[in-house]
């Protein structure tokens, strides 16, 4: 060792010396080269002006267009996180924040209050690069959901959801070209025609935007409802259809004129059916072959990237725009779910954390809600939020009772339906981009894509209340018990169900486990799979013990909050979570006892699981009269399995509150001991598969730090 250190020290000392020699005899060939020799007497080095030099070069570096893309780059994903994470605190999606945050560093706010730092960090002549990037995002994101994009839904599509979903397009795209008949002539470009104006004026107030509506579905358990997935499926009527009038929109916009639009609408068609007929069916033997995330290598991955930018180009070469052309690469993709998946996990997470907030925040820059400076401006933005929910609302609701729903279902559909979200922002950038939009309506109308993307879950909300039921125990188990457990990973849940089936099997209980991925950014299909991954070992087990677990799953960024809502709201006796210790939290729970027992309206149970495979032999302390409740849990242990029970009664608590009877069918000589003093040694613990301990004795345990604790098995804390 002694050799190695002396050897690696010996030969960067003498390496650098040579180093150092090399470089002092190159300034000498570099003063020979460039100075001449009869100016040499004039020249001296100034250690003052070179220090002067050093420090300007080093701030100019701070200018560098680099320098500033990086550091733009940056304030915008933290910015965009902040923001999206103080939504979903609210129970909003995440897209609400970061449209938020676009605004807070645009003109509107951060422009407005710190205007030199806002110059610094968004200088004019940087705009574009943050543009290019922002487009290849949002090429990207059109890619994501023309895949998320299911055409058989749209082949299979119920009769109901093509009527409520054109409804929810023809009545405010009517609503938005009425509008548009008194907005023309104090709002529209001097340049554009009041037909190019009004259609797109209509075509921006009929927007859904599907990846929103998807989440909210999935955060809000509507998956496996009728409603949800009648939403689901006008959301993707809506869409196609609504994308389809947008390049129609597009191609009278640029040509000036319906006549002159039928050009490209001709060039259009033929792109489509060359698409759908021809490169279709080519990736769809590529499909059939590489479908794995081993298969999908890198020139899979190019071939598809070069079909997207191709797709993308053509479109912006028709003039229909290059996103459509994203979009309908993506439609195309092969309906295989494992190719989706692997290509959704390939391009997802970077498109959506990395280059998405470039587009908020290009779109907040634009945003310049300081020009709605007086009264009537601010009237004319209520009216076309009021316009705007008037048409996607009530078109959507009235026509779902047209078709059969009742009122509860109606209002529902209409809300998700109104829900706006990003889409309505591509749509709103492209107008500006041609031209249609002024400055004014272009920051209206973002105003109203962020208060019907936000009044979405509140709406829901308000209208299940109204039509609130009370919660109904399942028939046959009301003399019983109905226990919930929740898991993340399923080897949690497997454990989970062990205990749960040991402790309660015998008693005529209902048992529901619920899965939550802990985020509500997930795709519909990636939560179908993680939905069929979660469940499959817990449904297994439950199948080799013969019992009934009921399953509920959830996509949410807020897993605390839906474990609590679904266990109140459920009516479940008991809850039983996992434990999991949080990165900065010393606390072997993460700190999430309190706060289960305080919003719990059922009893808690939160397990520390330290790997138990099966529940043999359990130690239950009774430290005082608040732990007497645990006897019970004793007891039920006892007379659902094959185990031995000790029961630690420094106090003589059980003789004294004459409980002894409640071990009076059990043979306590084979099963159950009680012992007055134990010592909490590694020798001792070492035999029991979990403590079952009262929240109370939990926390002394923890603050007195006993060095023991680290050592114990598995715990259930328990409140009373």
């Not at 509107?108 to 730092?117: D, M, R, V």
């Amino acid at each position: 060792m002694k050799k190695r250190i002396f050897f690696y020290i010996s030969t960067i000392i003498f390496f650098g010396l040579l180093l150092v020699l090399v470089l002092k005899l190159g300034e000498q060939l570099e003063f020979e080269k460039f100075i001449p020799q009869n100016h040499s007497q004039h020249l001296q080095t100034d250690d003052h002006s070179n220090f002067i030099t050093a420090v300007y070069n080093f701030l100019e570096n701070f200018n560098h267009p680099l320098a500033t893309l990086i550091i733009q780059i940056l304030s915008i994903i933290l910015t965009a996180r902040l923001f999206g994470w103080i939504m979903n605190k609210i129970g909003q999606p995440t897209v609400v924040g970061e449209i938020i945050a676009g605004i807070f560093l645009g003109p509107s706010l951060l422009g407005l209050f710190f205007p030199e730092f806002s110059q610094f960090l968004f200088p004019i002549e940087s705009l574009n690069n943050l543009q290019f990037l922002s487009q290849i995002g949002l090429i990207l994101f059109m890619f994501i959901i023309g895949m998320e994009l299911d055409i058989t839904i749209l082949r299979k599509s119920a009769h109901d959801a093509v009527v409520v979903s054109h409804a929810s397009i023809i009545f405010p795209y009517f609503l938005g070209v009425s509008l548009a008949y008194f907005l023309y002539a104090n709002f529209a470009p001097s340049s554009i025609s009041f037909t190019a104006f009004a259609l797109f004026i209509g075509i921006a107030m009929s927007i859904t935007a599907f990846p929103v509506l998807a989440r909210i579905v999935q955060e809000r358990d509507l998956t496996k409802n009728h409603i949800g997935t009648l939403a689901i499926t006008c959301a993707a009527v809506d869409d196609v259809t609504a994308w389809s009038l947008l390049a129609v929109v597009i191609a009278i916009v640029k040509a000036g004129d319906i006549t002159g639009a039928l050009f490209t609408i001709f060039f259009s068609v033929l792109y489509v059916l060359f698409m759908l007929l021809v490169v279709k069916r080519f990736l769809n033997k590529i499909a059939q072959t590489y479908f794995t995330r081993e298969t999908v290598n890198k020139p899979i991955l190019a071939l598809i990237f070069a079909i997207l930018l191709i797709s993308s180009y053509l479109t912006e070469v028709i003039g229909i725009h290059a996103l459509f052309g994203a979009f309908m690469a993506g439609v195309i993709i092969p309906a295989n779910p494992s190719f989706r998946r692997v290509l959704a996990d390939k391009i997802e997470d970077f498109s959506l954390v990395f280059l998405l907030p470039l587009f908020f925040v290009y779109t907040g820059l634009r945003t310049q809600i300081g020009l709605l400076n007086t009264a009537d401006l601010w009237v004319v933005c209520l009216i076309i939020i009021g316009v705007a929910v008037t048409g996607k609302f009530l078109g959507s609701a009235l026509a779902a009772k047209f078709v059969g729903q009742n009122w509860q279902d109606s209002l529902v559909l209409g809300a998700l339906m109104n829900t706006r979200g990003l889409m309505e922002l591509v749509v709103l950038n492209i107008g500006y981009d041609l031209g249609v939009l002024s400055p004014e309506i272009f920051s209206m109308m973002v105003l109203m894509a962020l208060v019907t993307t936000f009044m979405t879950g509140p709406a829901i909300d308000f209208i299940n209340f109204i039509f609130k039921k009370k919660i109904k125990h399942i028939p046959g188990v009301e003399s019983g018990y109905r226990i919930l457990f929740s898991f993340g990973p399923p080897q949690a849940g497997i454990r989970l169900l062990q205990l749960v089936h040991q402790l309660f099997v015998k008693n005529n209980s209902s048992i529901t486990a619920l899965h939550l991925t802990p985020s509500a950014d997930i795709s519909f299909d990636e939560a179908e799979i993680f939905e069929k991954e979660g469940f499959e070992p817990v449904l297994s087990l439950a199948k080799e013990l013969g019992i009934k677990v009921d399953t509920k799953y959830r996509a949410s960024n807020e897993v605390g909050k839906e474990i609590i809502k679904e266990s109140n709201q459920g009516g479940y006796d008991l809850l039983l979570v996992g434990s999991s210790k949080t990165l900065f939290s010393k606390d072997e729970t993460g700190g999430r006892i309190k706060y289960f027992f305080d919003e719990c309206d059922c009893s808690v149970g939160v397990v520390i699981d330290r790997g138990f495979q099966n529940i043999n032999n359990i130690l239950l302390p009774v430290n005082n009269q608040d732990d007497l409740f645990l006897v019970k849990y004793g007891e039920k242990f006892l007379n659902n399995s094959s185990i031995e029970l000790t029961i630690v009664d420094e106090n003589n608590l059980l003789q004294k509150n004459n409980l002894t009877f409640e071990m009076k069918n059990i043979d306590s000589a084979k099963k159950f001991n009680v012992q007055k003093d134990f010592n909490y040694s590694d020798s001792n613990l070492e035999k029991f598969n979990l403590i079952v301990i009262s929240s109370p004795a939990w926390n002394e345990l923890r603050d007195k730090n006993f060095e023991q604790i680290i050592n114990l098995p598995s715990i259930l804390i328990l409140n009373k």
